[in-house]
């Protein structure tokens, strides 16, 4: 099994549906992140979290929302999605004891806003 | 000017070619330098980190940092089709949180 999944892989809506992805991991890491790709423009961090209790807004947050319910589950919520928030969503997690600098990513989840 | 600049290619190389990948930076704070493969429909893996200045070799990769150009390279000797992929740069200040910050890819193909 994948020790970082992403729920669901892909995913079709319509402007101004409220939309949530969905990560969890086995790795047992304390840090979870939430990035964005998109052609031209590489991987964006959206929102990163170090504990259950510690949320923190990365570069471009607006019009997202997450929630840690756990230490292994964090999830990515749209309000009210917009097409321009059509992306390749990615969640990542990294252990603060272990190697520095390494992320680990799920498959992603493809999201297209009608 | 963007934090980090990468070409985005596409490159298309011969297997058993010398491939280099390259990025610059603005940000004189940053000290750790990664490099991070994709496979098509897949997410990101790390393949190589360096910290500071110099050059750090692990098979057929070597990774190098010049950090009074701002300039950091990925060198793959021997390709092989296996390494077709988008290879991303990614760095980050030293201490502080873990953000990093990424190149935008370039997207490698190596011909059989």
């Known amino acids: 099994d994948a020790d970082v999944t992403q729920t669901p892989r892909n995913r079709i809506t319509k402007t101004g549906k409220r939309i949530m992805l969905e990560c969890s991991q086995t790795?047992?890491?304390?840090?979870m992140y939430w990035y964005r790709q998109d052609p031209g423009l590489g991987l964006r961090l959206i929102y990163y979290?170090?504990?259950?209790?510690?949320?923190n807004k990365g570069e471009i947050s607006d019009g997202y929302s997450v929630s840690r319910q756990a230490q292994a589950k964090f999830s990515l919520s749209l309000e009210s999605a917009i097409p321009n928030q059509t992306a390749l969503y990615f969640c990542?997690?990294?252990?603060?004891?272990?190697?520095?600098?390494?992320?680990?990513f799920g498959p992603g989840t493809r999201l297209t806003v009608l | 000017q963007k934090e980090v600049e990468q070409d985005p290619g596409p490159l298309s190389v011969p297997e058993g070619a010398i491939v280099s990948l390259n990025c610059t930076y603005s940000n004189s704070a940053f000290q750790y330098f990664m490099w991070y493969r994709q496979y098509s429909r897949k997410g990101p893996e790390l393949l190589m980190y360096t910290y500071s200045s110099g050059n750090k070799e692990d098979g057929r990769f070597t990774a190098q940092v010049d950090k009074s150009s701002k300039y950091i390279s990925l060198f793959i000797r021997d390709s092989q089709p296996s390494d077709s992929a988008t290879y991303l740069c990614a760095m980050r200040p030293q201490g502080g949180s873990e953000k990093l910050v990424f190149g935008k890819g370039t997207k490698l193909t190596v011909n059989p």
């Open positions: 790795k047992g890491h304390d840090r």
């Open positions: 990542a997690t990294s252990d603060a004891r272990g190697p520095p600098n390494t992320q680990y």
């Open positions: 979290s170090f504990d259950v209790k510690d949320i």
